[in-house]
């Protein structure tokens, strides 16, 4: 057992810290940045390229850096401390995790090591209306034609799915269970309506409309495989939102030793500094249980389970540190002008997009009675 | 970055597993493990167990016993003696008084008392906090004039906890009451608390309970060979001792246990024609202090991975907090479990409540205690937002 990080695993922290630091001086370039399509700046994109980090923990014989999950754990909590609007998360460990989980070889050699280049953004089509956090597909079919497939039905809200060049799409196959196929940007009879989300990045609706599609993999049900690409993406999620939580933590503790009111600052009121140390208290317990979550990834346990606890864990500090955050600061809190609305704005997002705490807990609650305790070194987590 | 323990320490837990369920009496564990009352001499038997096997003080220095662990190794040993429901070696005398005696005694005190403290033949108590005196404990008035070679002693401390059991006390006192800073003129000493003037008056708590004291002291003479380090040093050692406090007490392995006893309880109560654990809000429930108890855990390991020089990480502030929050969620959690069964805490033969259920209310009302021992969780509040945050 051993909780530190490396020195590789520290040099690339500040490589990445570094960059995106570069990108993203201040709150007002990132929301220029997310003021302009494609939502997120492409030259940022192109940087953490270069620096391999798109193709982080993909194969190196297709074009990636063969890094496991503590490295993406690094990368994504980077990017939530200065809430980089890339969709590192959305491309590289879902989408991309997808494609390297279930593409065959030819897939894999060909999308993985473009999308590792920086020159294709994928994006996972899965959401749909009336349905929330689920591992199968209701409501786009996929029909065999001949040797291919079309698709048909709505996939909505899709997290940088206008902007994306190429779709993993989640379909009923005619079979029974869930298909995962891939879609062209400018296939035909794809429609994408894109749309600016509240935190600034950007969803779409995707309509398909006999939309031809290529089997992902070599078929059968797939929702096991779509199940634990979005355990491993709620990891690194969870990594984003300790990033943008102790941001969002360190900029109030900041806020409330100069602002001044009745002629002393403001951490002069134990009522403020409690709630500061409680929300202190949430971080580390959450970033204990993120951590740990990417080393059971890595240690080949049981991933679902871990990470239903770490979706519970940060899911509640995000909400307690956010609110915290914006009531400690008062009105400046809920500006656009100020940085911190925008951390609450993006850390409501995640809680969102793969399912928030009470999910997690309600999925806990269903197998709670099956162990007399919860062993976090032990079966079924270390592998 | 590894999850796994080494070899190694799974070998070294699966003896401690071993030691903890086979070597310590089976009826003294199993009232540990029903919160019933544990005899002074079951508490004496039991450290004597462990420290016959070297487990009592391995955290005291090689030379007066201890074990040269790491800081895993420890929190392993104590993780496993609570899941084993083993009454934990005596807090005064082995957390508190023998790593300042180890630290800051002199020789001749070393050898008078260490041996006899990590095998219980000594009971020690505490007597620190006085009626106006609580968290702001350097406010102490008890006071030592010196008289010829005594120390004469006056005053009163309160919540001295077991002190009816207790063979020696060891003392914050005042020495010097003109002191600039009220820290400053504080010293630590110990004696018997059969020495002429010492009485003690029994605290009867909400449960019904009686396990803290007040503690008089009326001219009380006490050799001045039982000061402890220098003269108006006390604070630094009291600072020491309660630093060493706060580690170990998450008491994540005691939690553990009563989450589950929680599921084996809800399990026997029946709503609505299914057992209470799959009653949807319960389980629920449970989950979520179990799952923030996972939390703590792993919080626990990374400030033992990081603690410098036997110094207390800050971030042990967290674990008081936190630790002592699961622990009341758990006693809470029992008392609902049992529901209307949880008012029979008096109950005797000839009733039907399990036993389980009579403890359940006294047990959570105890426990209002542990948010507020160790330093309250206003003082870790203070410590985190001051040392950690800057505010």
């Avoid at chain 1, 999308?115 to 749909?128: D, M, N, R, Y």
Wanted: aromatic share 8%.
């Amino acid at each position: 057992m051993d909780f530190t990080f490396d020195s590789e695993q520290n040099d690339l922290r500040e490589a990445v810290r570094g960059l995106l630091e570069r990108a993203y001086s201040d709150s007002e370039a990132r929301r220029k940045a997310a003021a302009n399509e494609p939502g997120f700046d492409e030259k940022t994109w192109s940087r953490l390229a270069e620096m391999g980090l798109l193709g982080l923990p993909f194969a190196e014989e297709h074009g990636g850096m063969g890094a496991g999950p503590i490295e993406v754990a690094i990368v994504a909590e980077e990017i939530g401390r200065v809430i980089a609007p890339e969709p590192f998360i959305e491309a590289v460990v879902l989408a991309g995790g997808l494609i390297a989980a279930v593409g065959t070889d030819e897939q894999k050699a060909q999308l993985l090591a473009a999308i590792a280049e920086g020159t294709s953004v994928p994006a996972f089509a899965h959401a749909e209306i009336g349905t929330r956090w689920s591992a199968s597909a209701s409501a786009v079919t996929a029909t065999q034609t001949g040797d291919g497939w079309t698709l048909t039905g709505v996939k909505e809200p899709v997290p940088t799915g206008a902007r994306a060049d190429v779709l993993v799409v989640s379909a009923v196959v005619d079979s029974g269970g869930t298909g995962l196929f891939v879609v062209q940007g400018d296939a035909a009879g794809l429609t994408r309506t894109g749309y600016r989300t509240h935190d600034g990045t950007r969803a779409a609706n995707v309509r398909f409309d006999g939309t031809p599609a290529t089997l992902l993999g070599t078929g059968g049900d797939q929702t096991a495989a779509v199940e634990r690409a979005l355990a491993e993406a709620r990891i690194a999620y969870s990594h984003e939102a300790i990033g943008a939580i102790d941001t969002a933590l360190r900029t109030t503790a900041e806020y409330l030793k100069t602002r001044k009111q009745f002629g002393v600052t403001l951490n002069k009121f134990q009522a403020l500094t409690f709630r500061a140390a409680d929300m202190y208290v949430s971080l580390e317990l959450a970033r204990s249980t993120a951590l740990w979550a990417s080393m059971v990834q890595d240690a080949g346990g049981d991933v679902l389970s871990a990470a239903d606890r770490t979706r519970l864990q940060t899911s509640r500090a995000g909400r307690h540190v956010g609110k915290e955050a914006i009531q400690l600061h008062g009105g400046i809190g809920v500006t656009a002008e100020y940085s911190v609305g925008h951390y609450v704005s993006r850390l409501t997002a995640i809680d969102h997009l793969l399912g928030d705490g009470d999910f997690a807990a309600a999925r806990l609650a269903r197998t709670v009675g099956d162990r007399p305790t919860v062993d976090p070194l032990g079966a079924p987590y270390a592998g | 970055m590894r999850l796994q323990l080494s070899p190694e320490l799974e070998a070294f837990r699966e003896e401690m597993r071993t030691f903890f369920t086979t070597q310590v009496p089976q009826e003294i564990r199993d009232k540990v493990a029903a919160h019933r009352h544990v005899s002074k001499e079951e508490y004496v038997e039991a450290q004597r167990a462990l420290n016959a096997a070297g487990l009592a003080v391995p955290h005291w220095p090689v030379e007066w016993g201890g074990r040269d662990w790491t800081p895993l190794q420890r929190h392993i040993w104590r993780e496993e003696m609570q899941l084993a429901s083993v009454p934990e070696p005596l807090a005064f005398n082995t957390s508190m008084i023998g790593p300042v005696l180890a630290a800051f005694g002199n020789q001749e005190q070393k050898e008078r008392f260490l041996a006899k403290t990590a095998n219980l033949d000594i009971w020690w108590c505490q007597g620190f906090s006085e009626p106006d005196a609580g968290s702001d404990l350097a406010s102490l008035r008890t006071t030592a004039v010196r008289d010829g070679d005594d120390w004469v002693v006056n005053g009163q401390k309160t919540w001295t906890t077991l002190g009816q059991h207790a063979d020696w006390i060891f003392c914050l006192v005042r020495t010097d009451p003109t002191a600039e800073k009220k820290q400053r003129g504080i010293s630590m000493l110990v004696f018997p608390m059969d020495t002429p003037g010492v009485t003690l008056r029994p605290i009867e708590l909400i449960d019904g309970g009686f396990e803290v004291n007040e503690v008089f002291f009326e001219d009380v003479r006490v050799p001045a060979e039982n000061l402890i380090g220098e003269e108006n040093r006390g604070w630094d050692y009291a600072k020491f001792l309660l630093g060493n406090e706060r580690v170990g007490i998450a008491r994540v392995g005691a939690t553990k246990k009563m989450l589950a006893q929680a599921k084996d309880y809800a399990r026997e109560i029946t709503v609505d024609g299914r057992p209470l654990l799959e009653d949807p809000f319960m389980a629920t429930r449970i989950a979520e202090v179990e799952n923030e108890l996972v939390a703590l855990e792993l919080t626990a390991l990374r400030v033992v991975a990081n603690s410098a020089d036997g110094k207390p990480h800050p971030a042990s502030s967290v674990l008081k907090l936190k630790g002592s929050e699961l622990q009341q969620a758990a006693t809470e959690l029992l008392v609902d479990i049992a529901g209307p069964l949880s008012v029979a805490s008096f109950a005797e033969e000839g009733s039907d409540v399990p036993d389980w259920a009579r403890v359940a209310t006294p047990h959570y009302l105890n426990y209002r205690k542990v948010s507020i021992y160790g330093g309250s969780n206003e003082v870790q509040r203070t410590i985190i937002a001051g040392t950690i945050l800057g505010l």
